[in-house]
């Protein structure tokens, strides 16, 4: 999905980026990006599984959530599978099961 690309992914390649015209990513800004990273990275540090916390930015009216389904599968502890779930300000929702590790020191 446009979310798991744009949030989880360090690179991509597409073709055809038009699948993002009915995304809610069409109207989030680039401090709404950096809100849903700074979140997912801070439930990567400090959640525990099936803990959800969420996010809104007062500015753009965008909101979304970020869940700990479990650590990825034949990954290493530094690994998580998350649920991201964004919502635009107009009501346009998508989420997406991304795996998320963190980065080494």
């Known amino acids: 999905s446009a979310l798991s690309m744009l949030i989880g992914a360090h690179y991509a390649h597409a073709?055809?980026?038009l699948f993002i015209r009915e995304s809610p990513?069409?109207?989030?800004e680039a401090?709404?990006?950096k809100?849903?990273?700074g979140t997912a990275m801070e439930m990567l540090d400090r959640g525990r599984d099936g803990?959800?916390?969420s996010w809104r930015n007062p500015e753009t009216g965008n909101s979304?959530?970020?869940r700990i389904i479990a650590p990825a599968k034949g990954a290493d502890a530094a690994c998580r599978e998350?649920?991201?779930k964004v919502r635009s300000r107009n009501g346009l929702?998508?989420?997406a099961s991304v795996r998320m590790c963190k980065g080494k020191s």
């Open 82 to 84: 998350l649920l991201l």
């Open 51 to 53: 803990q959800s916390t």
């Open 15 to 17: 073709s055809n980026w």
């Open 93 to 95: 929702a998508d989420q």
């Open 25 to 28: 990513l069409q109207y989030f």
């Open 31 to 33: 401090a709404d990006l």
């Open 35 to 37: 809100q849903v990273r």
């Open 64 to 66: 979304g959530e970020v």
